[in-house]
């Protein structure tokens, strides 16, 4: 009776107790596993009593849909509202204004949308939003009016430019688009430029981030919008010309360091602003009020986070005194205002750091790129982050993301970062997510969805267990996608979804229907006869050499990612012969398949390298991306995952400057083989 009872909160609860592993064996989530996870949740569950009562709470919260804080509908098609009579008049208030009246239809449904947006909905003496999603997100030929086309996905933070300071900006990256255009890219895709803890030095992985509402300052080209004069003045007066210097001529990004020289940097800056805004102070004012509440709330995060290190107590919210640890309560209210002089100086950062990717999307569209940056979103932020503590009703933040064992991880992977609530975007009427998708599609052409398995499940983990003892988490896969299409609509941008990995069956047919393109990696594109041929890839994906997560391939060829894995202690010395014997065998199948498609004229592992990079030019993939790494035939990857840190994960910066990186004879060869190879499989 507990058992079934147990398994009956569990499923009420979105929990999945039964799965199928990465070997294809069915799998059962054992019930102490079950009660943690549920007590993780919020349902308690240590007795019949408690589980009933959980139960019931469950139960309740399953409202019609027309008690929803967002109705959806689909364009072109009626919605049913069981709670109306047939008949019932209605008014319909579009997001410019424009009102139109009507009556339900005979069988009580609110008739069929022309136009996808945001409505007020009136019915009788009762209102709800309502979202009209369109079928699909917009596609490739939508977009450029081609069928195929090609990008460069580029690591920012490695990007390089003169007085850069030992970090890439956002300033660099305009200057990336418009060299790439002039190669006829039309997509720069770039690492996440997600919030940082600005206060933690050490803090830099870019798929960890602090919030996933905001950007990481870090990034900012103050000059953009200050001017050369301003940030010249700046540097001076804070003497951080010499360390800047000594910064940008690292190898490696010194993260610590550059983080203290650009903190310094932009407190001067704003100290300058306030002491003379100028005419930006109007456009500045613009900014704080367009954020609202949750740019406030952002800020106010940022300086009691920074106040709490100071005092050498936890930075982590959960552990704040009980007044600080929620942005609702009077005692965040007044620190605001007795901070207000810190709050602005975060939100100034902010905004230096969102009109530079503003900059950099609009020099990417004036050389001509039909889609520009691409931005990409990770798949949860920090548990003890800003993003956990301003939404606390939508996340989380009890549980970890993570995955399942599988082939490659025995023990399975945590991946420390918060998860959505199923329950809690639905009662605030995906409130969270929608804003997050505007957040990162404001600057954008595109969006790349890390894990984009997480739209349908998430493997979820109690904070403080071991990743084997999670479990699935459902989420409202077909509301996530219906949203996920109308923001593609309304900011006329592509969307991706990494579906590397475990992925559900019938997901990958679900995000073909609506327009989000898979992914395929050469290295993985492999069947029982070998690397597939060209011609022979879906369709409906993008096509790339390798990912940040994967070695380049040069660095493959040579098995320069074999030897790191011994260095980093993932492997055991002893078979790294067996290793290096393996990978021969697949070096000698992929030239094989590059010969027979004519490919390949030479041995060496520049000629195997743009024969590779044809070959994903002459998929019928609608995007074709081409990191940075490759079109440069650099050998070392940007990350490698997995346990350790002997590695110099997200730290190599590019070997020459952006204005001249893709202007060295073999990149640009190699960049004109991709847009010769798009070129022929267009004219097909």
């Not at 010194?254 to 100290?271: E, K, S």
């Not at 306030?274 to 609202?292: I, K, M, N, S, V």
């Not at 070959?615 to 350790?644: F, I, K, S, Y």
């Amino acid at each position: 009776m507990s058992d079934r009872l147990l398994a009956e909160l569990a499923q009420a609860a979105d929990l999945s107790i039964d799965w199928i592993d990465a070997h294809g064996q069915p799998q059962s989530v054992t019930p102490e596993a079950q009660r943690n996870l549920l007590e993780a949740l919020g349902y308690p569950a240590q007795s019949p009593e408690q589980m009933r009562e959980s139960l019931n709470s469950l139960v309740q919260r399953q409202a019609l849909p027309e008690d929803a804080a967002l109705l959806l509908q689909d364009q072109g098609q009626p919605l049913a509202l069981s709670l109306y009579p047939a008949h019932s008049p209605y008014r319909l208030t579009d997001e410019q204004g424009n009102v139109s009246e009507g009556r339900l239809d005979a069988d009580g449904r609110l008739p069929a949308q022309a136009l996808p947006g945001y409505y007020q909905l009136d019915i009788r003496d009762t209102r709800h939003r309502l979202a009209v999603a369109p079928a699909a997100c917009m596609s490739v030929p939508e977009l450029c009016g081609k069928p195929r086309i090609w990008g460069l996905t580029a690591q920012l933070y490695g990007l390089r430019r003169a007085g850069d300071g030992g970090l890439g900006d956002t300033l660099a990256v305009a200057d990336l688009a418009r060299h790439a255009a002039n190669h006829g890219a039309d997509a720069i895709a770039l690492s996440p430029v997600h919030a940082q803890f600005s206060a933690d030095l050490q803090s830099y992985g870019p798929y960890s981030p602090s919030s996933r509402l905001f950007f990481n300052t870090l990034y900012a080209a103050p000059v953009t919008l200050l001017g050369e004069q301003r940030v010249r003045h700046a540097i001076e007066v804070a003497g951080l010309h010499s360390e800047m210097s000594r910064l940008e001529a690292l190898e490696l990004i010194d993260w610590p360091a550059v983080a203290a020289t650009r903190q310094r940097l932009l407190r001067q800056l704003y100290r300058d602003f306030c002491h003379d805004p100028g005419q930006l102070q109007a456009r500045f004012e613009a900014f704080c009020t367009a954020g609202g509440d949750a740019l406030q709330q952002h800020c106010c995060f940022e300086a009691i986070h920074a106040q709490r290190l100071r005092e050498g107590a936890s930075g982590d919210w959960r552990t704040w005194p009980q007044a600080l640890r929620s942005p609702n309560l009077g005692a965040v209210t007044r620190f605001a205002v007795e901070h207000g002089d810190e709050l602005r100086f975060h939100a100034f950062c902010q905004w230096l750091t969102a009109h530079g990717l503003e900059t950099a999307q609009a020099s990417a569209s004036g050389a001509g790129m039909g889609i520009g940056l691409i931005a990409d979103l990770a798949v949860g932020a920090d548990c003890a982050g800003s993003q956990a503590w301003s939404r606390q009703d939508e996340l989380l933040p009890h549980v970890t993301v993570g995955a399942p064992p599988d082939i490659i991880n025995r023990q399975g992977q945590n991946w420390g970062v918060a998860a959505f609530s199923p329950q809690g975007l639905r009662q605030h009427g995906f409130r969270a997510y929608i804003e997050m998708l505007q957040a990162n599609l404001a600057h954008a052409g595109g969006i790349r969805i890390d894990h984009v398995m997480g739209l349908q499940r998430l493997w979820v983990i109690p904070q403080g267990a071991e990743s084997q003892h999670g479990a699935y988490l459902r989420y409202p896969l077909d509301d996530l996608l219906r949203l996920l299409s109308l923001e593609s609509h309304r900011h006329r941008a592509l969307v991706i979804g990494e579906d590397l990995g475990t992925v559900p069956e019938g997901l990958r047919d679900k995000l073909a229907a609506r327009n989000i393109l898979g992914t395929r990696v050469l290295l993985f594109e492999q069947d029982d006869l070998g690397f597939v041929p060209a011609a022979r890839w879906p369709a409906d994906a993008l096509a790339t050499t390798t990912t940040h997560d994967l070695p380049t391939i040069k660095g493959w060829l040579a098995g320069r990612d074999l030897e790191w894995r011994v260095r980093a202690g993932q492997r055991d010395a002893e078979l790294l012969e067996g290793d290096h014997a393996e990978r021969a065998g697949e070096r000698v199948a992929l030239r094989q398949l590059l010969e027979r498609q004519g490919m390949v004229s030479g041995g060496d592992d520049d000629a195997c390298l743009q024969a590779c990079i044809e070959q994903v030019g002459r998929t019928p993939a609608p995007l074709a991306l081409l990191p940075l790494e490759d079109a440069c035939g650099l050998e070392q990857q940007p990350n490698l995952p997995g346990p350790g840190d002997i590695h110099p994960n997200w730290r190599r910066r590019y070997p020459l400057a952006v204005g001249e990186l893709l202007e060295q004879p073999a990149t640009s060869a190699r960049l004109a083989a991709l847009d010769g190879a798009r070129r022929e499989t267009d004219d097909d």
